[in-house]
């Protein structure tokens, strides 16, 4: 179990160890390493997701580990209250940044192990404070230099925490 304390409130996760280990792993990384501690929820879209895990409350990018292995083949889904990772096109490129399902966003599953289709590994479900999650999907968004759909007001991740 993880808890995520951000300034809208708590958020509690379960880790999917058994089926996406290496993914689970390199979260607790950067938890243990202190990265997500003052970063924002920096790209929030009601009805798909809330992204964070990749800048601070400057807004200025933090710096990763290498990526890891996507394990999207784990057949988990990408349903409501699920956590992912996020990536670029290349399906093997995610690092830290994680977002919370707000919505069954079936298209982001894995289909086949090809670049259009390897999907976004699901590695953690919201077990607590999907109310939080569901106040952060609503809140009023713009844009921010070259990013769009960021919350006017930083949403913070204080700390997580390994329980």
């Known amino acids: 179990m993880v808890t995520i304390k951000t300034s809208k409130g708590d958020i509690v996760l379960e880790l999917f160890e058994k089926e996406?280990?290496?993914t689970v792993k390199?979260?607790?990384?950067y938890i243990k390493a202190g990265h997500y501690n003052n970063t924002i929820f920096h790209r929030v879209i009601d009805n798909f997701m809330i992204q964070g895990g990749g800048f601070d409350t400057e807004f200025n990018q933090k710096p990763t580990l290498?990526?890891?292995q996507n394990e999207a083949d784990n057949q988990i889904g990408n349903e409501c209250g699920t956590?992912?990772?996020?990536?670029t096109m290349d399906?093997?490129?995610?690092?830290?940044q994680f977002f919370i399902n707000v919505a069954n966003n079936d298209f982001l599953n894995f289909r086949a192990p090809t670049p259009q289709h390897y999907g976004y590994c699901v590695f953690a479900k919201v077990t607590d404070g999907m109310d939080i999650v569901n106040?952060?999907?609503?809140?009023?968004?713009?844009?921010?230099g070259m990013h769009d759909d960021v919350p006017e007001e930083d949403i913070i991740i204080k700390e997580m925490i390994i329980d």
């Open 83 to 87: 956590v992912a990772m996020a990536r």
């Open 66 to 68: 290498e990526s890891v």
């Open 135 to 144: 106040n952060i999907k609503g809140v009023a968004t713009g844009t921010r």
């Open 26 to 29: 390199n979260f607790k990384e």
């Open 20 to 22: 996406a280990p290496e």
């Open 91 to 96: 399906p093997h490129s995610a690092t830290a």
